[in-house]
């Protein structure tokens, strides 16, 4: 193990905003730069044995944080690394293992050109790899899900390395079982990967290509069109545009069993007329009649569009995107006053109560909370 004395940087103040896509977050007494698994262990570990907490940093890309800022010392995770293998099991894939600090686009870049093609649908995410898994992320028609083998861990508990399976995470839709928990910081991920063309299973994405739902494109023609699709959506980091002061998609897609999919689909028809039609699908593997709604087709037709500004000024919603709450100058409590407000306004149009996607730190849309350790 290397020790934390001798490889770790100077731990200094910061000012979280400085380290999250959204630009928002008071300070942290200290900021320690964790560059392998060991100083993971080391770090992380000597928090705990402190009671102090810890706030265990990747991209900051899916990370709400108080204006007040944390009390407690912050470790980013910048373990680099990527290293490919034969898989033993399956004949003509790749085991491909990636530091849980390397760029997430970078890593997804770097794949296509090695001739890749399952991670292409998941370019322009912003964010490190490490966190991928923690929240199965998802775009286009893909998931983490369908492609990883394993992640490294610190076991917090244990207080040693560990390796969990795929189905030791139980990855769900923007889930697992270390989003929310305190259980385990993830140090490297595995993936299982092919040089075939990428099946498309999103229609958007198939219109772009010009290729048939359910067909396939190569990888590099996969990437420039989600690319470009995200980009118009304000999804791609860019300093010159403000619509990506962001976390993403702020809500997630709401999933309805049979009841309340019914109880949902005669609030949107008393509201828009009978005749109206919307995103509607089926959930894999869910009871039957169980649905996945559009957030963003809901929260526009409750009256919050493109560029709606928040209660407070400060965080509008996305002038290219109803799914993307923006930091327009202002505080994180401005943003949370606009997530409130189209949070409560969709439920009182159509019943339906939407979920945040990102990890919130030392606040909550209702209530403080304490400070995550996985973010």
């Not at 200290?30 to 044995?49: E, N, P």
């Amino acid at each position: 193990m290397t020790s934390t004395a001798e490889a770790d940087t100077p731990a200094v103040p910061v000012r979280l905003a400085e380290l999250t896509t959204l630009h928002l977050g008071g300070p942290a007494p200290a900021l320690h730069r964790a560059r392998t698994a060991g100083q993971v262990a080391d770090l992380v570990g000597a928090a705990d044995a402190a009671g102090t907490g810890v706030l265990v940093l990747g991209g900051g890309s899916n990370l709400v944080v108080a204006d007040d800022g944390v009390p407690c010392p912050v470790v980013r995770i910048e373990i680099s690394g990527y290293a490919v293998a034969p898989d033993p099991v399956v004949p003509g894939r790749d085991l491909v293992t990636v530091g849980a600090g390397e760029d997430w686009d970078a890593l997804v870049a770097r794949t296509v050109s090695d001739g890749y093609g399952e991670l292409a649908p998941l370019s322009g995410i912003p964010g490190s790899t490490g966190a991928t898994p923690v929240q199965n992320v998802g775009a286009y028609g893909s998931e983490i899900a369908d492609t990883l083998v394993s992640v490294e861990v610190y076991d917090r508990t244990a207080h040693r390395a560990a390796v969990l399976t795929a189905d030791e995470l139980q990855l769900g839709y923007r889930t697992s079982v270390l989003r929310g928990s305190e259980r385990a910081v993830v140090t490297a991920v595995t993936f299982a990967l092919t040089r075939d063309e990428v099946p498309v299973r999103y229609a958007e994405l198939a219109r772009s290509l010009g290729v048939p739902l359910g067909g396939t494109a190569p990888a590099a023609d996969v990437r420039t069109a989600v690319l470009e699709l995200r980009r118009g959506k304000g999804m791609v980091l860019d300093d010159a545009d403000p619509d990506t002061r962001s976390a993403g998609s702020f809500f997630t897609n709401p999933i309805l069993d049979a009841e309340r999919a019914r109880d949902a689909d005669s609030a949107i028809r008393a509201r828009l007329g009978a005749e109206v039609t919307y995103p509607s699908y089926p959930v894999t593997g869910a009871d039957p009649g169980t649905v996945k709604l559009s957030a963003a087709w809901l929260i526009d037709r409750a009256g919050f569009t493109k560029g709606h500004p928040g209660p407070r000024g400060g965080a509008a919603l996305s002038s290219k995107h109803t799914l993307a709450l923006t930091n327009r100058g202002g505080s994180t409590e401005d943003l949370l006053a606009l997530a409130r407000e189209i949070r409560d306004g969709v439920h009182a149009a159509f019943g339906v109560r939407l979920h945040p996607e990102p990890v919130f730190v030392g606040v909550d849309l209702d209530q403080a909370s304490s400070p995550s350790s996985l973010a």
